[in-house]
């Protein structure tokens, strides 16, 4: 079975913090995915990577950067944190057959 | 015109019938087509994939493809009231690392 994790399933932080999120996958997927989900506006793609050291700007990547140093490891960044980034923060990790398998979530409150 | 279009719902229906979900997209090169399940204030967790035209069945769920018509339905036989939660479609066009979702359809299972 695919595992999927994530550093936090709640995170409580302030406007102007820099946050970390962290997901770990164990089936040496190559492409990973970060995703926020918000009530009325779907699934949005903020960054993916397709390899170590590679990365992709999605559909709303302003205010996040990515990080994914080792394969299994891909983290996103929230450099200075506003209310508006308050969300569900989803990782996702891709099979070779376009599979996308999802993380837990991590419920971020930004006050 | 949405990429992947799904009817918001929500859909209620009787527990013992059948939910019938469906799902049209606008790309004609879609490849690869994926259905969600995700419960209130959880993931996404993948229940179906289907990659060609016609049905394909996993226990009571049946995925049923029609790539002409562009439209890829899921069938929920025996409705329980644990199926009672949003259903999102997923397209996947070939060469294309990212998946396309629709917004979701919420079922809701009478008992």
């Known amino acids: 079975d695919v595992k999927v994790t994530q550093s936090s399933r709640y995170l409580v932080k302030r406007t102007g913090e820099k946050v970390f999120l962290e997901c770990v996958q164990d089936?040496?997927?190559?492409?990973m995915f970060w995703y926020r989900q918000d009530p009325g506006l779907g699934l949005r793609l903020i960054y993916f990577s397709y390899d170590v050291k590679m990365k992709e700007k999605g559909d709303i990547p302003e205010g996040y950067s990515v990080s994914r140093e080792k394969k299994e490891r891909f983290s996103l960044i929230l450099e200075s944190a506003s209310t508006n980034q308050t969300s569900m923060y989803l990782c996702a990790s891709r099979a070779i057959s376009y599979e996308q398998y999802f993380g837990p979530g991590t419920r971020l409150t930004v006050t | 015109q949405k990429e992947v279009e799904q009817n918001s719902g929500p859909l209620s229906v009787p527990e013992g019938a059948i939910a019938s979900l469906n799902c049209t997209y606008s790309d004609r090169g879609s490849q690869s087509f994926f259905w969600y399940r995700q419960y209130s204030g959880k993931s996404p967790e993948l229940i179906m994939s289907?990659?060609?035209?016609g049905d394909k069945e996993d226990g009571r769920f049946t995925a049923q493809l029609n790539k002409a018509s562009q439209y890829v339905s899921l069938l929920i036989r025996d409705s329980q009231p644990s199926d009672s939660a949003t259903y999102l479609c997923a397209v996947n066009n070939f060469g294309n690392e990212k998946l396309t979702f629709g917004t979701g359809t919420r079922l809701t299972i009478i008992p």
């Open positions: 289907i990659y060609s035209n």
């Open positions: 089936m040496d997927h190559e492409n």
